[in-house]
C-alpha cells in the first residue's frame, strides 16, 4: 500500500510538468483544425487495471492480510466532444475482478448453514488454512468523462477521468489452500486446496465511482463501491475500495 502510494505522488508531480509541456506543444489552430479526425484517434481504448483491494466499515473480527488485490480488463468507445475535443466520453465492457486475503479464518459460503449468512470464523488457536481467501468476478460497463492535455497524441499526454461502472456478478467463491494444525504443521499437504462457490449471499449488481489520473499509457486509478458486496442480512455491510496501477492506450 506504501508503495502504491508513493507512486501516486510521483505520478501527480509528473504529469503536473507534463501538462504543461503538452498545452505549449499544441496550438488553438491545430486543436481545431478540420485536417485532424478524432474519432480514429488512440485514446485509452483498452485498459488494463491491478492492485490493492480493502474493505471499508469491516468488523475487527475480520482480519484482512497481505496483499489482497484486484485485476481488471476493458474495451472502450472514445467520443470526443466536438466543442472541444480536449474533453470525451467514453463507454465500455470488460470483466472486473477482486481477491480478499484473510489471516487464519474461514468464510463459510455453503447456502445450508444454520444461520443463513455469511460466517466468518477466527481460527487462530485451531486447524486453518495457510493460505484462505474470497474471489468475487463481475462482468462490468463502466463510463468516463475525459480530459487529455494534448488531444493529438494522448498517448504521450496528461489525463484524467471520472466515472463510474456498473457490475453483474458472475462468480463468487472462497479459496483455502494447505491445511494446517494449531503448531503451524500440514494436515495434509502443501497441495491441498478447498474451495466453496455460492452468489447468494451478495449483491448481484456492483455500482462504484471511480477516477483515474495518467500520463501516457501509464496511470494511477481508484474505485469505491458505492452498494454492499452484502446482501442485507446476509453478511457484514462492507463496501469494498482500490487503488492500482492502469496501462491504458490504442
Not at 43 to 70: A, C, E
Not at 231 to 247: A, C, D
Request: glycine fraction near 8%.
Amino acid at each position: 500500500m506504501r508503495q502504491l502510494t508513493a507512486l501516486f505522488l510521483l505520478l501527480v508531480c509528473a504529469t503536473a510538468f507534463g501538462q504543461q509541456k503538452d498545452s505549449a506543444q499544441v496550438s488553438k489552430k491545430e486543436l481545431y483544425s478540420k485536417k485532424f479526425d478524432f474519432k480514429n484517434r488512440a485514446n485509452d481504448h483498452f485498459m488494463l487495471q491491478f492492485g490493492y483491494d480493502g474493505w471499508v466499515s469491516k468488523p475487527d473480527s475480520i482480519n484482512v492480510t497481505g496483499f489482497s488485490r484486484h485485476f481488471n480488463a476493458y474495451v472502450f468507445i472514445d467520443k470526443p466532444f466536438k466543442t472541444d475535443p480536449r474533453w470525451s466520453a467514453a463507454i465500455g465492457a470488460g470483466v472486473g475482478s477482486s481477491n480478499i486475503f484473510f489471516d487464519k479464518m474461514s468464510v463459510r459460503l455453503a447456502a445450508n448453514n444454520q444461520q443463513q449468512q455469511v460466517v466468518f470464523k477466527d481460527l487462530a488457536d485451531t486447524n486453518h488454512f495457510r493460505k484462505f481467501k474470497l474471489t468475487n468476478v463481475w462482468l462490468e460497463a463502466p463510463i468516463e468523462l475525459r480530459f487529455a492535455a494534448n488531444p493529438l497524441n494522448t498517448n504521450k499526454s496528461f489525463k484524467v477521468a471520472l466515472g463510474a461502472k456498473v457490475g453483474l456478478m458472475v462468480s463468487g467463491y472462497t479459496k483455502g489452500r494447505d491445511f494446517r494444525n494449531s503448531d503451524g504443521q500440514s494436515i495434509y499437504s502443501n497441495k491441498y486446496i478447498l474451495k466453496e462457490k455460492d452468489r447468494s449471499f451478495f449483491n448481484s449488481t456492483r455500482l462504484a465511482a471511480t477516477f483515474r489520473v495518467a500520463y501516457g499509457i501509464f496511470g494511477i486509478h481508484g474505485a469505491y463501491q458505492i452498494l454492499n458486496l452484502f446482501r442485507e442480512s446476509s453478511g457484514p455491510p462492507v463496501r469494498p475500495w482500490s487503488i492500482g496501477i492502469t496501462i491504458s492506450g490504442l
